[in-house]
Every structure is written in C-alpha cells, then in structure tokens.
C-alpha cells in the first residue's frame, strides 16, 4: 500500500521530471504547499497522458478518463497520485468542480479536434488550464478563482502556439477556424509547415490575445503571500519567454517548438526572486 509519503515523493519526482515549466515554479513555495501542487500537476498529467495516448483507441481514453471521475469521490487504492491529491484535498479546500473539469476537457480532447471560434477554444482552455488555476488557488490561499482562471488560459494559449506541430501530428488543430480563414491561412500550411505571412500576421494575433490574458493573469499576485506570489510570477515569466522565442523566431513553430534552456529558466526564477 503506497503510504502518503511515498505518494508525495512520487508526484514531486514526476513534476520534476515531465513539467516544462512548472516544476521551477513550484520550487518556490513551502514544502506543504509545493507537495499539494505537485499532486494537482500529477492529476493534470495524468489526464491529458491518457487524452493523448495514440495507442489506445478514442473509445477507451474515455473510460479511463470517466473513471478518473468516479475516483475523486472513492478510495485511492495504490494509485501513488491519488493519494497525493487526497491528502491534499484533505488539508486545502481543492475544487472538486475544477478537478471534475479538467477531466471534462480531457474527454474534450478525445471529442473534439477543430475549434469554430475563439469562444469555442476559451471554453476548452478554461477546462484544460483555467481549472488547474483554480484547483491551485486553493492551495495559495486566496479567494480568486477568476484571476487564477485568467492566468491558466494564458499559459494554454502560450501552449498552444508553442505546440501547433505537436498537435498537427494528434489530428488536432487549435487555432480558431474562422481566425485562420481570416489571415488566409490553411491546414495544408500548417501540414506543410509554411511560416507565411499571413501564418505570421494570424500568431501575432494569438500572441497579443494571450499576452493580455497573462496581464489579467497577473492581476491574481497583490492576493498572494510573498512565496506564492513568487511562484506564480515565476509560471507568468516563463511562459512570457517562451512566447517570445517564439516571436523572435518569426513565429516558425514548425519542426520542433521554441523552448527554454534550464540555465535560462533558472535566472527568469532568480530574477523574479529578486524583485519581490
């Protein structure tokens, strides 16, 4: 039987080991804190592995994900992530609404692979990233479940630019539909890999959006105490640079996404740090 310590230790590792980003943020906050979060990374994880799993077909990534549902309201059993997020749920008021939709956005993800309009995309955004802003926001400790959900939906957006060709290779396609007709971009460009023009006017357009998402985002650090605050300053500052190696790139995506060294990581963190 996995004992809760050994849960932690396993998610931490896990966090460590798969979170582009999140991990260095999470590195900020106390132990307590940076366990219960690493548990909700660990949740999210799991979601979208199974969400993206190309072996298996549609049909069972949605009976895995449905009882995913069912296993926020049993027992753990041996399931090292589970008990995580109980025992975090246990000591913080973790939404289970939000848990329950991020699944939901999972399931999505198995359901859905074009996008109409940005309507369309934010709903699915708020699924997959803004309710992991307000499952944490718990565990910061402050009572802004709409600036939390601001700031995930601005790292989505800054992941979905990032990763246009990741997805391409799923069958999906993020960027809005009408918004590629109206810059005349097409899905044989993307396939193709094409930086035109009008693909760099169209991500510069994602870019602005997401970027005044991230300001709304931001909005969230006066309600934090000074480590939290740290901490999610470090997720914004990241993201922030990823998104703009992507505009220094000329916005050309294709054939493996922007991303940034750890040593570079390190210093945006010591940066923010510094300036608290």
């Given at each position: 039987?996995?004992?809760?310590?050994?849960?932690?230790?396993?998610?931490?590792?896990?966090?460590?080991?798969?979170?582009?980003?999140?991990?260095?943020?999470?590195?900020?906050?106390?132990?307590?804190?940076?366990?219960?979060?690493?548990?909700i990374y660990a949740f999210a994880r799991e979601v979208?592995?199974?969400?993206?799993?190309?072996?298996?077909?549609?049909?069972?990534?949605?009976?895995?994900?449905?009882?995913?549902?069912?296993?926020?309201?049993?027992?753990?059993?041996?399931?090292?992530?589970?008990?995580?997020?109980?025992?975090?749920?246990?000591?913080?008021?973790?939404?289970?609404?939000?848990?329950?939709?991020?699944?939901?956005?999972?399931?999505?993800?198995?359901?859905?692979?074009?996008?109409?309009?940005?309507?369309?995309?934010?709903?699915?955004?708020?699924?997959?990233?803004?309710?992991?802003?307000?499952?944490?926001?718990?565990?910061?400790?402050?009572?802004?479940?709409?600036?939390?959900?601001?700031?995930?939906?601005?790292?989505?957006?800054?992941?979905?630019?990032?990763?246009?060709?990741?997805?391409?290779?799923?069958?999906?396609?993020?960027?809005?539909?009408?918004?590629?007709?109206?810059?005349?971009?097409?899905?044989?460009?993307?396939?193709?890999?094409?930086?035109?023009?009008?693909?760099?006017?169209?991500?510069?357009?994602?870019?602005?959006?997401?970027?005044?998402?991230?300001?709304?985002?931001?909005?969230?650090?006066?309600?934090?105490?000074?480590r939290s605050t740290a901490c999610v300053s470090a997720?914004?500052?990241?993201?922030?640079?990823?998104?703009?190696?992507?505009?220094?790139?000329?916005?050309?995506?294709?054939?493996?996404?922007?991303?940034?060294?750890?040593?570079?990581?390190?210093?945006?963190?010591?940066?923010?740090?510094?300036?608290?």
């Amino acid at each position: 039987m996995t004992t809760v310590e050994q849960a932690y230790e396993q998610v931490e590792r896990l966090t460590r080991e798969r979170a582009r980003n999140f991990s260095y943020g999470i590195r900020l906050l106390p132990k307590p804190k940076r366990r219960a979060i690493a548990a909700i990374y660990a949740f999210a994880r799991e979601v979208d592995d199974i969400a993206d799993d190309p072996a298996l077909p549609a049909a069972e990534r949605r009976v895995r994900l449905e009882a995913l549902h069912a296993s926020l309201d049993g027992e753990p059993g041996d399931s090292a992530m589970l008990v995580a997020l109980g025992d975090a749920r246990a000591r913080y008021p973790i939404s289970a609404d939000a848990l329950h939709a991020l699944i939901d956005g999972g399931l999505q993800d198995t359901e859905q692979a074009r996008y109409a309009d940005f309507d369309d995309l934010r709903e699915y955004c708020s699924r997959v990233a803004g309710a992991v802003g307000v499952a944490c926001i718990a565990v910061y400790g402050a009572d802004q479940p709409q600036r939390a959900q601001a700031m995930g939906i601005a790292l989505q957006l800054i992941n979905i630019m990032r990763d246009v060709d990741e997805d391409w290779s799923l069958g999906r396609v993020y960027i809005p539909q009408d918004e590629l007709a109206s810059f005349g971009v097409s899905e044989a460009d993307i396939a193709a890999g094409r930086c035109t023009p009008g693909w760099q006017a169209l991500m510069a357009y994602q870019a602005a959006r997401a970027r005044a998402y991230l300001a709304e985002g931001r909005t969230l650090l006066p309600y934090l105490d000074r480590r939290s605050t740290a901490c999610v300053s470090a997720f914004a500052n990241l993201y922030e640079a990823t998104l703009e190696r992507i505009e220094q790139a000329g916005f050309d995506v294709f054939g493996g996404a922007p991303s940034l060294s750890p040593w570079t990581k390190v210093r945006i963190v010591g940066t923010g740090l510094v300036l608290k």
